[in-house]
């Protein structure tokens, strides 16, 4: 990220005109102008695109010069490479919140095309303890999970307690959810099943030397 600070978070419209721009961006190369922004978004006078393009400069996600298309992106955008599919890397992720809300993702990853081609909404989480080196997942490993709301027993997955996504592998008994390690030292965290909220099941992992 270009800003220092981690940006306010957004209302809907405002995430709404962000998501707009950083995608003509992707697409195009350069950013909309503020009548292309208007009409898109069915946004009436040039007036109301410009309060809502203030109040993502005033938060910190964009920065705007004295042109017409003069908007730059401080957040993570999308990255574009031959052969290869961009997706999220995701941070904190508040309970009950939007997955892939801008204010979810950290960076973008590009993955081989053959790894998303069959998997929409494919996102990225960065491994940041070693309760799973058992099955070879290591600190700083990139996880990348298949958006989904349940799996079979047993499988690895990504799960949501409270506003934190962590990745074990998940067994259901009755009424509770058993969240397990595969270090020895890590004892298995239970939870009632309606506290587990499955948001993927894992599919890939990339890893930096």
Known sequence: MVNETKPVKLT?????????????????????????????????????????????????????????????????????????ESIPILGTIAAGAPILAVENIEDYLLIPEDMSRHSNGLFALRIAGDSMVGDAILPGDLVIIRPQKSIANGELAAVLLGDQATIK?????????????????????????????????????????
């Open 12 to 84: 809907a419209r405002q995430r709404e005109v962000l998501n707009f721009i950083i995608n003509y961006i992707a697409d195009r190369g350069f950013p909309p102008s503020i009548r292309e922004i208007g009409a898109a978004l069915h946004i009436s006078s040039l007036r109301g695109v410009t309060i809502h393009l203030d109040a993502l400069e005033r938060k910190g996600w964009i920065k705007r010069e004295n042109a017409s298309r003069g908007i730059q992106i401080l957040a993570p955008t999308p990255m574009r490479k031959k052969g290869a």
């Open 169 to 209: 592998r998940v067994r259901f008994e009755k009424e509770k959810a058993i969240l397990i390690a595969s270090n020895p030292k890590y004892q298995p965290i239970i939870v009632d099943r309606e506290g587990c909220q499955v948001i993927g099941k894992l599919v890939g992992l990339i890893r930096n030397y």
